[in-house]
């Protein structure tokens, strides 16, 4: 069984376009992360939550809502989608939000804004 | 805020030990430093974790000096399928931040 999981795995939408993004791992973890990949393969976290409360919040568009419906599933959803949108998003569960910070990531979407 | 610096790539034969370096100022007294592996189109594993002088697993050590200002992951005897960017983890100061290095392109030949 996969750890995180995530779908769409490709993800190709026009600008200004509303868009999903689901994530589910049954790791039975306590925090999930979002991270965007840009195309020099720079890794950013965007989002956290532990229990269902936001616990980081990076300096990310507003256009980006994390939705955590309970705690193995963290979602993305992005509004009104921009070119510079396009990239690699990761979602990842660890254990707890402390100091130990061995996290599992999923397979990765790959959004096209075009 | 705490910010790391890696080399952009690095170059090995197989059968060598690598030896990658990331420096990182500001990390807080409690703060562990986790390195991560990363093959293409797969989201990053992590390699191993460290919060001062030694650590080893089956696959890495990781060396951290007393000033904590750095961390080196050693792999030894790499093999082709070594060949990932690996990336280093740290907390970025402000709660639950946290900053990857922007990650060593290892390229290992036989």
């Known amino acids: ?114 | 805020l705490a910010k790391t610096t890696q080399p952009i790539s690095m170059d090995s034969y197989e059968g060598q030990e690598v030896n990658i370096t990331c420096s990182h100022n500001n990390i807080a007294t409690n703060d562990y430093i986790t390195w991560y592996q990363q093959f293409p189109s797969q989201g990053p594993r992590f390699i191993i974790q460290g919060y001062k002088t030694k650590v080893t697993n089956e696959v890495a050590s990781l060396f951290i000096p007393a000033d904590r200002k750095s961390s080196t992951l050693s792999l030894p005897r790499v093999s082709l399928s070594d060949t990932a960017v690996y990336y280093c983890l740290v907390p970025g100061g402000s709660q639950g931040n946290l900053i990857f290095g922007k990650g060593t392109k290892l390229s290992v030949k036989p």
């Open chain 1, 1 to 114: 069984d996969t750890a995180v999981s995530q779908t769409p795995k490709y993800l190709v939408t026009q600008m200004g376009n509303d868009k999903s993004i689901k994530c589910e791992q049954n790791l039975g973890h306590d925090t999930m992360y979002w991270y965007k990949q840009d195309s020099k393969k720079f890794l950013k976290i965007m989002f956290s939550y532990n229990n269902k409360e936001l616990i980081i919040n990076e300096t990310v568009p507003n256009r980006f809502s994390p939705k955590s419906p309970d705690k193995a599933h963290l979602n993305l959803h992005i509004n009104s989608l921009e070119l510079g949108d396009s990239a690699v998003y990761f979602c990842a569960s660890s254990a707890t939000s402390g100091s130990n910070y061995e996290q599992y990531f999923g397979p990765g979407t790959r959004l096209t804004v075009t």
